[in-house]
């Protein structure tokens, strides 16, 4: 049985690991608002881009289409866009991802594709190095944080834009974790090359409306494709930093109550010890009496 001393040392350790995951739940907090609010007024305008995208493949011509909407018609070659955390401590927000990594990299490699991998955040990263290292085309970190910038995401978008115009990949696909709700994250496959486009979205949104474009719809393409593959990126990196706000606020919500309910056994513990060891020795001390 460990001594009063050992036990009350253990109780103080606990509490200080208490005082920071408090600290910790409420800095997240205080940054979750800020970019939930930015996740979420991102999602408009990267619909409206998609639905665009959508609306000027309807209606250009296949054969002269852009090879950003279209593909280079090959797919041997598949690059995968990581988004984890640069920080841990945030539940399993990392994990997911890397999990999710690991099933497409062998479905991928199973049909006798060839992967390669830029990795945006160490966590997965690291995780994934020993295994998949040989793959990682880059490992980009101190992109993510409260404050998500625009200029990251085209320098990544141009970076996307530059290997597959040298033929360095055929298909490009996003994995990151799309934030639901303050305790709901979904991990999210996103193809950016070639271009997503849903036939029966114009429908749906009222864009089956026949519009004159000028200039003719494949000009429009040419500059809008390169921005959508930016903007796309830009709405994963908000959709992934609020995600990881909102999974380490919970992570450490979680952590502060197990401490005090372990703090409440501790201290339960340490007062039936020091109780034993008061009656121990008030019974030495009346044996004592009772045998002079």
């Known amino acids: 049985m460990p001594s009063l001393k050992d036990l009350k040392t253990r109780i103080n350790s606990v509490k200080s690991t208490q005082k920071i995951t408090s600290a910790m739940k409420m800095v997240a907090a205080a940054k ?18 998609q639905q665009i995208i959508n609306s000027l493949a309807m209606k250009a011509d296949p054969s002269a289409a852009p090879a950003l909407l279209v593909g280079n018609g090959n797919d041997k070659t598949h690059l995968l866009v990581i988004m984890s955390a ?19 990299v062998a479905r991928l490699q199973g049909e006798g594709k060839t992967v390669k991998l830029l990795m945006v955040g160490r966590k997965s990263a690291d995780a994934l190095r020993r295994e998949l290292g040989d793959l990682y085309l880059d490992s980009l970190e101190g ?19 530059t290997g597959f115009e040298n033929g360095d990949f055929d298909v490009v696909t996003v994995i990151f974790n799309k934030f639901k709700s303050a305790i709901s994250q979904e991990v999210t496959l996103k193809r950016l090359i070639p271009a997503e486009v849903d036939a029966d979205a114009e429908e749906d949104t009222g864009l089956g409306v026949s519009y004159e474009y000028e200039p003719e719809e494949d000009e429009l393409l040419a500059v809008v494709l390169p921005r959508n593959i930016s903007t796309q990126i830009y709405s994963a990196l908000l ?8 999974a380490r606020m919970t992570a450490m919500d979680n952590a502060t109550r197990n401490a005090g309910e372990l703090i409440d056994r501790l201290t339960l513990v340490y007062n039936r010890t020091r109780q034993a060891t008061i009656t121990k020795e008030l019974i030495e001390i009346i044996s004592g009496a009772e045998a002079v």
């Open 239 to 246: 959709e992934s930093s609020a995600a990881e706000l909102a």
């Open 143 to 161: 992109i993510q944080g409260t404050a998500v910038s625009y200029a990251d995401a085209a320098s990544i978008g141009e970076t996307i834009r």
């Open 32 to 49: 979750l608002r800020r970019a939930q609010e930015s996740a979420e007024k991102g999602r408009p305008y990267t619909d409206r881009m």
């Open 86 to 104: 640069d920080r841990g401590l945030c539940g399993g927000f990392n994990g997911s991802i890397t999990r999710q990594t690991r099933t497409e």
